[in-house]
């Protein structure tokens, strides 16, 4: 937890405004405070207050996954989370699942099998996708199939392509590190 | 229309700001003055003015003019200019551009002309024009080194964003750009490049933005915000055609953060809908989550309206009861009639199809600000004349005051070609005194549509001695397609569920072809393919029904009735000409790739199915099985003949959609009506289907060809399914007549 700030020159200063109270929580690495509703659901945080605005809203019920966050690496519907539930817990959205400038293995597949058509409901396909691959390095076509977010486009094949793609991408990336550690020994 | 609007227009250029040649169409040279203003010409951080602009680092930036809704466009229209332009692909920027209306010298114009999205004419409309405008710009570079180099215009060559000298000397467009743009334009349309000289179009192009679409960073309408702005939700009365008889806001104004609530009309009963869709209360507050928070908590007690008692049972009722009159002719070839008399053997079906929603990902919302001499709007559009038209008769604001910003849209199939939302965020931003944000749910999405067609579609053919058809009975009993639309009344009764030359019109020598209008409170309008998707079901499905119970093979049925190659008269959308060729030609390649004639021993049937839409020609086909209990689709084939391919790429990801759209919807889909409202307000009893239902690949197959492109958006869905439909019957001797197909197959297995 946060402690007060304390002025300089100790507590004889002006008086300082009464600390605000909320959810603490991480999101992309950054450390915020929710002072609104804490019944709030994520989504809303991330698109009204932050401007986070790649993860979707779809359906509000998380029928349809376009608001795929991860939750501690865990993929969550953030339109059905309550902000209250996330105190202490460290929140992935699209924005932050590259590394500067690095694509995450699955935005990169996403691109090279040239994935979507709206687009719309991609980010949350992604951070699905991101989630099994990281349970599942090398995910039989059953899980994949698991993955039940929704495209009103029909992307579906090319998106099963690119978790593939993704899945070996991660995979030449790990041996590439792999190799690399081996020649500073 | 205006002898202005008519009048021909041509490209001109100017050098605009930071030193960029900017090509756009205009009235001839009008716009090489001094006064131009600078928004025409754009700047690179904000809006870019016309189509292009070459920087001096000699990066190209093309504009994409067309409403993007996930059919392509962001991509293939830049194409078709930067194949003309000669430039390298891989270093162009591609930037949407806004809403171009405005006042031209002789009157009101669009400055990129059309840029609306329906009816799958995009490319159509732009393959020769935005290829002018690129050939253009490259003759006046082309001009100016001529001049610099004081050689013959014809010795200069281009490659790369490059002139190149006869001796191989290159200059840069970006040090050519302030002399081009100073010369005079040549008054005749250039001659365009011969299609197998093209360096760009007809190879495959990845999306031009998919960068920012991974990244989270791609803007839609629904993600733009503006400062001071109120989020607004209606809720709307639930019931066709009712009103607000009473609401009580106590609880609802006292949710933290909700600013205001007040009441919207809806449109009078009777009257066209061309504003908001339905009555309302609205309610605006500082969040969606606040203003969602308020609406729960209304208690609004709603009145019936006219269409109280309609249920989708009732227009069944009504439509059995109707096909037994006259109804409407739609078209009458011989005399089918004296065809049943004499004939050996005359087969009928009846088929039913439902409304449906179109369900886009993102639902509609508009963001909009009113001022007292000017307004700002955001959001995903189809049609952005419609959207400045409305926006205009709300407010009484001069089209020109109002700016409309163009996003990508989280689909469209159709809806957003209505701009109801556009009219109901206007009307509570004006009432309101205050820019609005508003956001529809998907449950107000599926409740509030204009939706696709209801329809009954009784099937009658007529067989001779040797079982050839001569002659064909298609009775529609459907909700018209038109219903409440300005302007509606002046068209057939029938236009928009059926078009009198689709197919077998002109195949067989008797046909009947009749119409009858069932009376429903149901909104209507476009579903991607519209009337397509309504009536190849029934027509596909019967040939194979035709085939089956005559014992013929069903794609040599099709091809008989096809026949010799020829050019047939087709009146719609996608005419002049239905060629029998070409839709005899995907089919034969579809039965082909998907082994049509061996016969499966496994429990697996194939389906098979072709249909002409809005100038393509499409066949699918379907290898099916039962197990387990479930449908499994194991394998698809879509193959196609869209004229030619601007982007090969794009077309197979319409046809992959299309084809996953028309299986999801004809499998899992329909919206209801019980007491005058509709059932289905979620996925969950809407069901797009999932990965895990559909298919892990369409093999796609696009074949080539010279004719002029048509499109391509719409002709992935017409005939999955039929096809799918047959391929079912095939495995399963289960005929499916009624829409969605799992529910009814699974009654009857």
């Known amino acids: 937890m946060r402690q007060p700030f304390v002025p300089p020159g100790g507590e004889t200063g002006v008086t300082p405004e009464p600390l605000k109270t909320g959810v603490e929580l991480r999101i992309n690495g950054e450390p915020f405070l929710h002072t609104g509703d804490p019944d709030m659901p994520l989504l809303w945080l991330l698109r009204d207050t932050l401007r986070l605005t790649g993860t979707k809203y779809g359906c509000g019920l998380g029928q349809c996954g376009a608001c795929t966050v991860h939750v501690n690496g865990k993929a969550q519907r953030a339109c059905v989370t309550p902000v209250r539930s996330l105190a202490g817990q460290a929140v992935t959205t699209i924005e932050g699942l590259a590394s500067g400038d690095d694509l995450h293995p699955v935005q990169q597949a996403w691109i090279e099998e040239d994935v979507p058509q709206c687009g719309y409901c991609q980010a949350g396909q992604i951070m699905a996708a991101a989630e099994l691959l990281a349970r599942k390095p090398n995910p039989a076509e059953s899980d994949i199939a698991q993955i039940g977010n929704l495209c009103r486009c029909g992307t579906y094949p090319r998106i099963r392509k690119a978790i593939r793609r993704a899945a070996d991408l991660a995979r030449a990336a790990r041996s590439e590190a792999a190799a690399k550690a081996g020649e500073g020994k | 229309m205006s002898a202005a609007l008519n009048r021909r227009r041509f490209l001109t250029v100017m050098l605009g700001a930071g030193g960029a040649l900017v090509v756009g169409w205009r009235e001839a040279r009008a716009e090489v003055r001094p006064d131009v203003p600078m928004d025409l010409l754009g700047d690179a951080l904000t809006s870019l003015g016309p189509f292009l602009r070459i920087e001096r680092n000699n990066r190209v930036v093309i504009g994409a003019r067309g409403c993007e809704i996930g059919q392509g466009v962001i991509t293939a229209l830049p194409m078709l200019i930067a194949e003309e332009l000669d430039v390298d692909w891989t270093r162009v920027r591609v930037e949407q551009l806004n809403y171009g209306y405005e006042i031209g010298p002789d009157g009101p114009r669009n400055r990129y002309g059309d840029q609306g999205a329906g009816g799958s004419t995009s490319i159509t409309d732009a393959y020769v024009e935005l290829r002018q405008a690129g050939a253009l710009a490259r003759w006046l570079l082309v001009e100016a080194a001529a001049q610099q180099w004081q050689l013959p215009h014809e010795r200069l060559d281009t490659e790369a964003s490059h ?462 099985g039962m197990e387990g209990g479930e449908l499994k689709i194991h394998r698809a084939v879509c193959v196609t003949d869209v004229g030619r391919v601007i982007n090969p790429n794009g077309v197979e990801q319409m046809m992959v959609g299309g084809t996953m759209d028309g299986l999801s919807t004809a499998l899992n889909l329909q919206i209801t009506v019980k007491d005058g409202q509709v059932q289905q307000s979620s996925y969950a009893d809407y069901p797009v289907a999932r990965m895990a239902q559909l298919p892990a690949e369409v093999e796609v197959i696009i074949l080539p060809s010279e004719a002029p492109p048509s499109g391509a958006g719409e002709m992935g869905i017409p005939s999955v399914a039929p096809a799918l439909a047959n391929a079912v019957y095939a495995a399963t001797t289960v005929r499916v007549r009624r829409l969605p197909l799992l529910p009814e197959l699974m009654r009857r297995l």
Not at chain 2, 377 to 392: C, E, M, R, T, Y
Not at chain 2, 501 to 521: I, M, Y
Request: hydrophobic share 40%; proline share 7%; with cysteine.
């Open chain 2, 163 to 624: 002139v190149v000298h006869p001796d191989g000397t290159r200059l840069a467009y970006a040090e050519l750009v302030e002399r081009a743009a100073a010369l005079t334009p040549p008054d005749a349309p250039l001659p365009l490049r011969d299609p197998r000289d093209w360096k760009i179009l007809g190879k495959p192009a990845r999306t031009a933005d998919a960068r920012a679409i991974v990244t989270g960073r791609a803007q839609y309408g629904i993600d733009a915000y503006l400062g001071g702005a109120l989020v607004a939700v209606v809720a709307r009365c639930p019931l066709l055609g009712g009103s607000l008889a009473s609401c009580d806001d106590a609880a609802a104004r006292k949710v933290p953060g909700v600013k205001d609530v007040f009441a919207l009309a809806g449109p009078a009963p009777e009257a066209p809908i061309t504003r908001n869709l339905a009555a309302g209360v609205v309610v605006l507050a500082e969040n969606t989550w606040a203003a969602l928070q308020g609406r729960d908590k209304l208690k609004i007690e709603w009145k019936p309206g006219p269409w109280a008692e309609e249920s989708t049972a009732a227009l069944e009722a009504q439509a059995d009861a109707l096909l037994k009159g006259e109804g409407v002719p739609v078209r009458q070839d011989g005399d089918f009639a004296a065809a049943r008399k004499s004939a050996k053997r005359t087969l009928e079906a009846r088929y039913r199809v439902p409304f449906l929603a179109h369900a886009t990902m993102e639902p509609p919302h508009a963001l909009i600000r009113v001022d007292s001499d000017g307004a700002l709007f955001v959001g995903a559009l189809q049609s952005p004349d419609g959207a400045s038209q409305v926006i205009a008769d709300v407010t009484g604001l001069p089209r020109e005051k109002i700016e409309i910003r163009l996003t990508r849209a989280g689909g469209g199939f159709g809806r957003r070609l209505k701009n109801d939302y556009v009219a109901e965020a206007a009307l509570i931003a004006q009432k309101a005194g205050r820019p609005v944000k508003l956001m529809w749910t998907r449950g107000d999405d599926l409740q509030h549509d204009f939706y696709r067609p209801f329809g009954v579609h009784q099937m009658s053919a007529t067989l001779d001695k040797g079982n050839a058809v001569t002659g064909m009975a298609h009775l529609c009993a459907a909700t018209p397609r038109y219903f409440r639309d300005a302007g509606g009344k002046d068209r057939p009764v029938y236009s928009g569920c059926l078009e009198p030359d689709d197919f077998p019109a002109g195949l067989v020598p008797n046909l009947d072809k009749r119409f009858f209008a069932l009376d429903s409170g149901l909104p209507r309008g476009w579903w991607r393919a519209p009337l397509h998707t309504f009536h190849a079901f029934a027509v596909q499905s019967f040939l194979d029904e035709i085939a089956v119970e005559t014992k013929q093979d069903a794609v040599a049925l099709r091809l008989k009735l096809l026949g010799e190659p020829r050019q047939l008269d087709y009146r719609g959308h996608g005419g002049p000409k239905f060629d029998t060729g070409r839709m005899a030609a995907v089919l034969t390649r579809c039965a082909e790739a998907i082994d049509w004639k061996r016969r499966r021993t496994d429990g697996r049937g194939v389906g098979i199915a072709c249909h002409f839409t809005f100038g393509g020609y499409t066949a699918h086909a379907f290898e099916v």
